[in-house]
């Protein structure tokens, strides 16, 4: 099975792109962003736990995301492997993720991350704000806080991964099909 991690800032262009790479690969794609949105749609008690969290801008605890990755690797069946998008997003997470696959003898394949600038992202978050609706994605301030929570929490996970040896970076930065197609170029020697 292969395991990659979609790694990128907010805005970043993962979720536009992983219908493509999941297609291709024959992968599960997991989001965490979507799961949780799933959650919040159905008022379950996670999901109410989750709205007030999401909606400030900041990460929800670890072990819930945890909780719901795992539960995805043992239900699904035929693929040859899974996208994980939004997912490690803290090195607590990335552990886990890490003894998680260790339990099943396997391990992450490669962590392909789409590197845009802050400029950019504050760009296209206003832009899908006006598309989607989301309310983590209308306020400014709550951009921001999304902005420094990666920066604080989730871009260390860079230095995880390189020294891992499993890091490799794309320039998110030009046409949908053009990142696309860098995309394909590095995860088809996997
Ligand atoms: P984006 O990539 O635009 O930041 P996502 O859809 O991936 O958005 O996630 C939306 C929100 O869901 C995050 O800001 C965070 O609050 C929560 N979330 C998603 N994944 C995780 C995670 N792995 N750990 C903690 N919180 C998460």
Redesign the pocket.
């Known amino acids: 099975m292969k395991f990659f991690i979609l790694f ?5 262009g ?2 536009t792109q992983a219908g493509a790479m999941v297609e291709r690969y024959h992968l599960c794609h997991l ?7 799933s959650e919040i749609a159905a008022g379950t008690p996670l999901g109410l736990q ?1 709205k007030t ?2 909606e400030a ?6 072990e ?2 945890e909780g719901m ?1 795992e539960a995805k690797f043992k239900s699904t069946r035929d693929v040859d492997g899974f996208l994980l ?6 090195i607590a ?1 990335a552990e886990a993720l890490d003894a998680m696959l260790a339990k099943n003898g396997e391990a992450v394949t490669a962590c392909i991350s789409l590197m845009i600038p802050d400029s950019v992202i504050y760009e296209r ?1 206003a832009k ?1 704000a006006q598309i989607e609706g ?1 309310a ?2 209308a306020r400014p301030e709550i951009v921001q806080n ?1 902005i420094q ?2 920066h604080g929490k989730t871009e260390p996970l860079i230095d995880f991964y390189r020294k891992a040896g499993r890091y490799h970076e794309i320039d998110g930065l030009g046409s949908i099909e053009e990142v696309r197609e860098r995309l394909f170029q590095t995860m088809d020697r996997f």
């Not at 989001?31 to 949105?37: M, N, Q, Y």
């Not at 801008?57 to 670890?62: E, R, Y």
């Not at 998008?85 to 803290?90: E, I, N, S, V």
């Open positions: 990128g800032p907010p805005g970043a993962k979720g989001s965490t962003g979507e799961l949780l949105r989750a969290l999401i801008g900041n990460l929800v605890p670890d819930v995301v990755i998008d939004g997912f490690p997003r803290t997470q978050i899908r989301r983590d994605d999304r929570t990666y």
